[in-house]
């Protein structure tokens, strides 16, 4: 395993990393260079100066994750990861402080005129008249969004004495209202009562521009605006625009759209009262130290075969929400391997029911894992990451189903497939603590455990049969680890079938001479990733 660091992160991470891979630190790379050199590396780490493309996500044929040192991934072509089936993982709590004290920091340095006041005394000026300020005390902050920065900052900024408002729609009134806030439905309602306004959004098609001529115009005149969130969430002309006309008092920028090339941004220049920072939200010992070791420790997990806690791209398999379900996630993708192998046609609809304590719990992850094994046999390179896109893109509905009914199992999961020839149906559960089993295929009751190599062979229910199949079995040199003989709840039809667990593939010349045993069914090869 290789892994390359880039963009200047701190070395702690390569120590993590020591033992499960080589890693090797580089300067940033252009985007040319990096795709050239990302061929022979299994994991990217970076922060944020390098951009990982498109371009760069399919030169990186071995890349299985990439991770982003700090809380915003808009570097990464989320997107074409996915579709290459690379993980991404952030670190979103590891600079949480560092960027919260940043936010407060140049509130108040803006508030108290700092930057041009220490300038003016270092200049031998002592002009204590021209940088009279502001208190915060009494006033109205206006946080739009309230995720651990956003939080952070109006537990601090209550404590000032300031009114704190918040528009958020991924948060609820009972959140907010529980530190002492007030809760904003909408920002038509948000704008006004503001004296000052600090921002902690991502940025997305939602939020690029968020600020705009618009919205300062509704803003209250002489209101004071912070960005350490992301460059492009304010729409910098019409900043500038409104600092300079008065009707922003000020402002204090530590994010732009033309990062690093701060001569770039209509702010620079700027005749008005404002303070810039050259992105120095994240930027303290502690942050960088937290987010580097956060984000090896989950690319030492991915590449170890675990999972990451923070991936941005698969978010059902999360460690808080696949903990409760991980006794079910390597049966439920050997149950989605099984159903497909055994069907015919090509696919329309999976449907999914869980029983026992499963009804109670998130099971995304399984639904996940029951993908990846429906369409490992049908496309290749998939994973975790791109299985619900190969979903989404084929048009394939999958509906999922609880109930806690008549459960004989501590949990179960039912798959059934349904394809343009026929449904197929197969059951597993958790038969007992660490004891997953297949205990139905179709209309057959059982208990096997999966196993790598297994034969699933119907047959008329009379004698030898099993004598004649495992001689078969032996003749050709394949020791059989367990056998198992399954009888339908309602024997009309009088087959039966015998699920063999063998220690190595079957050839097709032996699965021909068992097909061609009297009174067998069309006997095949079932290979799950157990």
């Known amino acids: 395993m290789k892994v390359l660091i880039t963009d200047k992160i701190n070395e702690a991470a390569g120590k993590i990393l020591e033992g499960v891979a080589d890693v090797e630190f580089i300067p940033t790379l252009p985007e040319d260079e ?30 299985k994750i990439v991770g982003r040192a700090g809380v915003g991934v808009d570097n990464v072509d989320i997107e074409a990861a996915t579709q290459n089936g690379i993980i991404v993982v952030n670190s979103p709590d590891g600079n949480t402080n560092a960027a919260a004290e940043h936010t407060l920091a140049l509130m108040l340095a803006m508030s108290r005129n700092i930057p041009a006041a220490a300038m003016s005394t270092k200049e031998g000026k002592w002009e204590r008249s021209k940088f009279t300020g502001v208190e915060v005390f009494g006033k109205t902050l206006g946080i739009i969004g309230f995720g651990k920065i956003g939080h952070h900052v109006a537990e601090v900024a209550l404590a000032l004495g300031m009114n704190v408002v918040v528009s958020d729609p991924y948060t609820t009134k009972e959140a907010v209202e529980k530190i002492g806030a007030k809760y904003v439905t909408n920002l038509d309602e948000f704008w006004g009562q503001c004296d000052y306004i600090t921002i902690h959004t991502p940025k997305t098609k939602e939020t690029t521009s968020l600020i705009n001529r618009n919205t300062l115009n509704r803003m209250k005149k002489g209101v004071r605006i912070i960005n350490c969130a992301r460059g492009g969430i304010i729409d910098e002309a019409a900043l500038k625009e409104a600092i300079e006309s008065g009707q922003v008092q000020s402002a204090a920028i530590d994010v732009y759209e033309t990062e690093p090339d701060i001569t770039a941004s209509p702010l620079y220049g700027c005749e008005g009262n404002i303070v810039m920072t050259p992105h120095l939200g994240a930027s303290t010992k502690e942050a960088q130290f937290n987010v580097a070791i956060d984000v090896a420790e989950q690319i030492k997990e991915v590449l170890s075969g675990g999972s990451a806690k923070a991936a941005i791209n698969i978010p059902a398999l999360k460690k808080d929400i696949i903990e409760p379900v991980k006794d079910y996630m390597q049966l439920a993708e050997n149950l989605g391997q099984l159903v497909q192998q055994i069907s015919k046609g090509n696919l329309k609809n999976i449907n999914i029911n869980v029983n026992g304590n499963l009804a109670e719990l998130n099971i995304a992850p399984l639904e996940v894992a029951i993908q990846k094994g429906i369409f490992s046999a049908m496309v290749e390179g998939v994973n975790f990451v791109n299985a619900p896109l190969i979903a989404q893109k084929r048009g394939i509905n999958i509906v999922t189903s609880k109930s806690q009914k008549d459960c004989t199992f501590i949990g179960s999961i039912s798959v059934t497939l349904t394809t343009d020839s026929d449904e197929n149906t197969v059951t597993g559960a958790l038969i007992a603590k660490n004891m997953p089993r297949i205990v139905k295929i179709n209309d057959y009751n059982m208990s096997i455990e999966a196993e790598k190599h297994m034969l699933i062979v119907p047959h008329e229910n009379k004698p030898s049969m099993v004598a004649k199949v495992a001689a078969v079995i032996g003749e050709h040199n394949i020791n059989i680890n367990r056998m198992q003989v399954a009888q339908k709840s309602n024997q009309k039809d009088n087959v039966s079938i015998m699920l063999i667990t063998i220690d190595k593939d079957v050839d097709e010349e032996t699965l021909s001479t068992i097909n061609k045993i009297d009174g067998i069914k069309n006997a095949q090869q079932i290979k799950l990733n157990a």
């Open 34 to 63: 990096l795709a050239e050199k990302i061929k022979d590396y299994d994991a990217l780490m970076i922060r944020s100066q390098t951009k990982v493309t498109k371009k760069i996500l399919e030169a990186g044929k071995k890349l």
